[in-house]
């Protein structure tokens, strides 16, 4: 039996902000991704009759005549990267940007995106159009002469219509299009309000079509919650070829940059920047910058050779424990680790140390604004909280690093040779790394232990 559904003219449901997930109602928590106070309202008007039984029936052609091709006689379109002439992110993306794609640039405001891609303007063999949607012409001409990025043929567009854009690329012929920000986008066909969701969705959509008839790379900025997720822009994702997102805190000068979507290329590589006055710098060691600050002989602080992708990264990690006021449970607290692993690396350490910290307030942090998603990074948190709770300082001269398993057993994590070449190189010639760790070189007093009191025996606690 034909069913045929109308749909009334405008439907209104809620979003969410992170996951998208409809939701007919407004709550409080998204059932799809557990997130809080993420749903936005949403308005879709439509006045088409569905034919519930037979869809293909009712929906019409999508316009141009689309032809079928036999896969081995499709060109593939992925042409020579460009590069930026930032060297750093150029390494980060293989080489550049590829004609005809579109890159989206997360992170939270303030944490110099704008201040990047005006560098690439800046560097960019050919002319660039900035769409500078968030701000003045006249506010980026300032960045501009501070960045010393000013060119005749850099055009800048202080409008945020699609079809302001769309004749902006036809009349300036730009080969490159740089639009700050998406949130600020607005797509004239899409009744809700800019930074909405169908609003991002949509003008990504044009804007990823637009890069692709056009043949030129597309980059796109879209802020970040301040957990990093790509607010809103997270359902781009998908919609874009690569997505790098800046990581940091804005309170401190270090930028890492990582390809988190890559299509071209490597992802979860990091490429690591300073905040100066003259813009953002490439750091060649960045290594050397985390630990500038380290004190040693203090309690709580261990160093980690870390793996950011394929980059081995050192860096200070430091805990600290207090008593709680009686009667309360003790604080947790972790800055630039998962919350999830910290929680973790506590209920192993009071099962199979004897280490209950109920009664202590339990602070963490990885120093300099990295984040650290990585597992090699257990072992030297439980060393660091150790090392806080019985007062009594590491060594100067060690690192460590290896999983923690729920049996209290130190695991194995990737490159543990590339792991001792980096510590060994900014002098920390003792390494406590798990008991299946390869061979080091002879000059590192490479120390295998298979669980955490044994760990614990090797730096003296
Ligand atoms: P910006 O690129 O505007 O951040 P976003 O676009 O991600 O919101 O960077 C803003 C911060 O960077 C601001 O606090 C000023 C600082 N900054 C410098 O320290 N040096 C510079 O050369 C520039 C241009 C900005
Ligand atoms: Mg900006």
């Known amino acids: 039996m034909r069913q045929t559904m109308w749909v009334s003219k405008v439907r209104t449901s809620h979003v969410c902000r992170e996951c998208g997930t409809h939701h007919p109602k407004w709550t409080g928590q998204c059932t799809g991704c557990g997130e809080w106070n993420s749903l936005v309202e949403e308005t879709t008007s439509?006045?088409?009759?569905?034919?519930?039984?037979?869809?293909?029936?009712?929906?019409?052609?999508?316009?141009?005549?689309?032809?079928?091709?036999?896969?081995?006689?499709?060109?593939?379109?992925?042409?020579?990267?460009?590069?930026?002439?930032?060297?750093?992110?150029?390494?980060?993306?293989?080489?550049?940007l590829v004609p005809g794609s579109v890159t989206l640039v997360g992170g939270e405001p303030g944490i110099g995106k704008s201040t990047l891609l005006l560098q690439v303007a800046r560097e960019w063999t050919g002319s660039v159009l900035y769409v500078c949607a968030e701000e003045s012409a006249r506010q980026v001409r300032q960045r501009a002469d501070r960045l010393r990025a000013i060119r005749s043929d850099v055009w800048l567009l202080a409008e945020s219509g699609l079809g302001d854009i769309a004749e902006a690329v036809a009349t300036t012929n730009p080969s490159l299009v740089i639009v700050d920000s998406i949130q600020m986008i607005s797509d004239p066909l899409v009744g809700s309000?800019?930074?909405?969701?169908?609003?991002?969705?949509?003008?990504?959509?044009?804007?990823?079509?637009?890069?692709k008839r056009h043949s030129i790379p597309f980059v796109l900025v879209g802020h970040v919650t301040k957990e990093g997720d790509l607010a809103g822009p997270?359902?781009?994702?998908?919609?874009?070829?690569?997505?790098?997102?800046?990581?940091?805190?804005?309170?401190?000068?270090?930028?890492?940059?990582?390809?988190?979507?890559?299509?071209?290329?490597?992802?979860?590589?990091?490429s690591v920047f300073e905040m100066t006055s003259d813009g953002l710098i490439g750091v060649e060691d960045p290594s050397q910058l985390f630990l500038a600050d380290r004190r040693t002989h203090v309690?709580?602080?261990?160093?980690?050779?870390?793996?950011?992708?394929?980059?081995?990264?050192?860096?200070?990690?430091?805990a600290l424990a207090v008593q709680t006021t009686p009667g309360v449970p003790g604080r947790r607290n972790a800055q630039g680790l998962d919350p999830a692993r910290l929680s973790m690396v506590l209920a192993v350490l009071a099962r199979h140390c004897n280490l209950p910290t109920a009664s202590l307030d339990i602070y963490v942090s990885v120093v300099g604004g990295v984040k650290i998603t990585e597992p090699g990074l257990d072992l030297p948190l439980a060393l660091?909280?150790?090392?806080?709770?019985?007062?009594?300082?590491?060594?100067?001269?060690?690192?460590?690093?290896?999983?923690?398993?729920?049996?209290?057993?130190?695991?194995?994590?990737?490159?543990?040779?590339?792991?001792?070449?980096?510590?060994?190189?900014?002098?920390?010639?003792?390494v406590i790394a798990p008991v299946r760790s390869p061979d080091a070189h002879s000059q590192l007093d490479l120390v295998r232990v298979g669980d955490l009191s044994q760990a614990f025996d090797a730096v003296g606690l």
């Open 234 to 270: 997270r359902v781009l994702e998908h919609l874009v070829d690569t997505v790098v997102s800046f990581e940091g805190d804005r309170h401190h000068s270090l930028r890492l940059v990582r390809a988190i979507k890559h299509r071209f290329g490597a992802t979860n590589d990091v």
């Open 193 to 211: 309000t800019p930074g909405s969701v169908a609003q991002v969705r949509s003008s990504t959509q044009f804007l990823v079509h637009l890069a």
């Open 46 to 96: 439509t006045g088409v009759p569905i034919d519930t039984t037979s869809p293909s029936t009712t929906r019409p052609r999508s316009g141009e005549r689309s032809e079928i091709e036999a896969l081995d006689a499709v060109v593939s379109e992925t042409g020579n990267p460009l590069p930026t002439g930032v060297e750093q992110l150029d390494t980060l993306l293989g080489g550049g």
């Open 299 to 318: 309690a709580g602080s261990v160093v980690v050779p870390t793996l950011e992708g394929k980059r081995p990264l050192v860096v200070e990690l430091q």
């Open 384 to 430: 660091a909280i150790g090392s806080a709770i019985a007062g009594r300082p590491i060594p100067p001269d060690v690192a460590a690093f290896g999983e923690v398993g729920l049996g209290g057993e130190i695991r194995q994590v990737a490159q543990p040779e590339r792991r001792y070449s980096e510590a060994l190189r900014l002098g920390f010639d003792r």
